[in-house]
């Protein structure tokens, strides 16, 4: 292996980042213009990479630490997505089997524990409380199939000892003023964020409460990463950082840089936001304030109605492609929100007049085996890299996992990390990439009335 990688491809965020487009302009951050000498460097400013800062400000007393974004704080997929930070697997087990149990248990605990970090920031940082509300999750039903779910899924709950609460169509229509869901289930311990202002006082809060030892800079993609004897030198278009070890918080760009080479599938997923409701349209909407569903199939439609500093307005996420190119392009993001007006017509059929004003796409990124790029991949280089879809709560823990290993500190979040596989090898590119769309497209058929 060479001292040397060069990243072979930038992030591209396609269509604006309507979540941070909503609320009040957020400090920005200076380009790095010169060379700087770090004991640390953090590379990505989404949920692992401000998490990392985060943990490694709090166990670290001089130590300097950097963090360079390739784009700006909140407009990458940390501030794209729907903002459900979760605290129960998707999958539970299946059976009352008692090893099962207790991995969803453990997995349970330790989500619990990014959602508690997210909570302490917001406290810590005065965060605005609908950056971070805890008003739990509705998985909604729309047809036999996703009745079938929630019920096998609300057994899984009693064996865990979880609460849930079971709501008719009637009790789905009162809170999201829908007659669309047949049925629902409430799951009280998700985190609502609104990602672009969560992020952003994240990145705030991390750089006011620390000084000189902590700096962001935005505009800045690592370009090159070298070894240089005991430390590493990280190149950017415009300058250069010399640092003792690395948190990788990319995501998938952990490939664009040969860690884990055909291993990662780059997956998007597309998103549009209406305009703000008007007080009529409000009237003819009806139901609660704000709310959140996910569909019980996952190939279905997520959709939030949200209310805060710009008003009420719905946003509704649907569709999945595999881009192992890692770009989609603005009119793809187009076509897809024909999909999110039919599933908004089809839900909201009062307001037919409402109109999107932000559409959008977003980076995931996923292993065939579900597990996580993480751990020492070159000498002092951690990934945090991985979260398999769920970010929000995985990508935190990541961070924080990822400090804890650099630092040796004891940590349940390593030892749980450490448990996996490694991800595993993706078949080669023209048939994983017909393969996987194939299936996507097949799934989506069948989600049917779900999307
Ligand atoms: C529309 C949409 C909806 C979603 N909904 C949810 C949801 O409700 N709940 C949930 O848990 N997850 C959701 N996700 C997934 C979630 O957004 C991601 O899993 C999460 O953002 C991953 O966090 P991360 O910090 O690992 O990576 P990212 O958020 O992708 O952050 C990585 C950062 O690294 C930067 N970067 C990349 N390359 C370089 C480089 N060379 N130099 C410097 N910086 C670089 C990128 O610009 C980026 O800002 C959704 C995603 C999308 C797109």
New binding site residues.
């Given amino acids: 292996m060479s001292n040397t990688r060069v990243?072979k491809r930038?992030?591209r965020?396609p269509g604006p980042p309507a979540w941070r487009s909503i609320i009040p302009e957020q400090p920005r951050y200076p380009k790095l213009e010169n060379k700087i000498i770090t004991d640390w460097l953090i590379?990505?400013?989404?949920?692992?990479?401000?998490s990392a800062a985060r943990r490694l400000c709090q166990i670290t007393n001089t130590d300097k630490i950097a963090l360079?974004?390739?784009?700006e704080?909140a407009?990458?997929?940390?501030?794209?997505?729907?903002?459900?930070?979760?605290d129960l697997p998707h999958e539970l087990g299946s059976g009352s089997y008692q090893d099962k149990i207790e991995v969803d248990q453990k997995h349970i605990k330790l989500n619990r524990q990014a959602l508690q970090f997210a909570k302490d920031a917001a406290e810590e940082y005065s965060m605005p409380t609908e950056a971070v509300e805890p008003s739990g999750r509705i998985n909604g039903a729309v047809n036999i199939n996703g009745e079938k779910h929630n019920k096998e899924y609300a057994q899984h709950l009693d064996q865990l000892g979880e609460q849930y609460k079971n709501l008719s169509s009637f009790e789905m229509e009162k809170i999201t003023g829908s007659t669309f869901y047949k049925s629902g289930l409430f799951l009280p311990g998700c985190l609502m964020l609104q990602?672009a202002l969560y992020i952003s006082k994240l990145a705030n809060g991390i750089s006011q409460s620390n000084g000189n030892k902590f700096s962001i800079y935005e505009h800045?993609?690592?370009?090159e990463i070298k070894k240089n004897n005991d430390s590493w030198e990280i190149k950017?278009p415009t300058g250069s950082v010399i640092a003792k070890k690395i948190i990788m918080?990319?995501?998938?760009?952990a490939e664009?840089?040969g860690f884990f080479e055909k291993r990662l599938m780059h997956v998007?997923?597309?998103?549009s936001m209406t305009k703000k409701l008007t007080k009529d349209q409000l009237t003819k909407l009806g139901g609660e304030k704000k709310w959140g569903v996910?569909p019980s199939n996952p190939m279905g439609s997520?959709v939030r109605k949200i209310t805060g500093i710009n008003g009420d307005r719905i946003v509704i996420?649907n569709r999945w492609t595999f881009d192992p190119s890692m770009e989609v392009s603005e009119q793809r993001v187009s076509k897809f929100g024909n999909d999110q007006d039919k599933s908004f017509n089809d839900r909201f059929p009062m307001l037919l007049d409402v109109e999107m004003e932000y559409r959008?796409?977003?980076?995931?990124?996923l292993s065939l085996n579900s597990v996580p790029a993480f751990g020492e991949v070159d000498k002092n280089i951690f990934s945090?890299?991985?979260?398999?879809?769920?970010?929000?709560?995985?990508?935190t823990l990541?961070?924080i996992g990822a400090v804890d290993l650099a630092t040796n500190t004891d940590s349940a979040i390593v030892n749980d990390m450490k448990s996996y596989d490694a991800p595993k090898k993706l078949p080669p590119k023209p048939i994983s990439y017909l393969g996987a769309n194939a299936i996507i497209k097949w799934r989506e058929l069948k989600a049917g009335k779900e999307l």
């Avoid at 407009?75 to 979760?86: D, L």
């Avoid at 959008?360 to 990124?365: E, H, M, P, V």
Wanted: proline share 6%.
């Fill in positions: 990243a930038l992030p965020d590379v990505g400013g989404g949920f692992a990479g401000l360079i974004e390739a784009s704080i407009a990458g997929p940390a501030g794209r997505n729907s903002g459900f930070m979760i990602p800045s993609p690592a370009i950017t918080a990319v995501n998938g760009h664009s840089f998007f997923t597309y998103a996910t997520t996420r959008w796409a977003g980076r995931l990124c945090a890299c991985c979260q398999n879809g769920i970010g929000t709560a995985k990508g990541a961070g």
